[in-house]
């Protein structure tokens, strides 16, 4: 992804690139977020039912169109 300039385009816009850990856990409280959006339907869960977090659910190609137009549809 960062290769192929994703992450890039991501972070200009203002989003924040994770992996290889729970974003649930590491990301709510240092940065303060109140929604998210994922691909992954346990991040979902706990995002929604332990954190209260506003979760979006979708595939892959849909994060990354959410990430870098601030858009999903």
């Given at each position: 992804a960062r290769r192929a300039g994703y992450v890039d385009a991501i972070e200009n816009a203002g989003g924040t690139v994770m992996c290889s850990y729970c974003p649930v856990i590491s990301i709510v409280k240092p940065f303060g977020f109140k929604t998210m959006m994922t691909n992954s339907a346990k991040a979902s869960f706990y995002g929604s039912s332990v954190l209260g977090l506003d979760v979006l659910f979708?595939?892959?190609k849909d994060c990354i169109s959410v990430?870098?137009?601030d858009f999903w549809g």
């Amino acid at each position: 992804a960062r290769r192929a300039g994703y992450v890039d385009a991501i972070e200009n816009a203002g989003g924040t690139v994770m992996c290889s850990y729970c974003p649930v856990i590491s990301i709510v409280k240092p940065f303060g977020f109140k929604t998210m959006m994922t691909n992954s339907a346990k991040a979902s869960f706990y995002g929604s039912s332990v954190l209260g977090l506003d979760v979006l659910f979708g595939t892959l190609k849909d994060c990354i169109s959410v990430a870098t137009t601030d858009f999903w549809g």
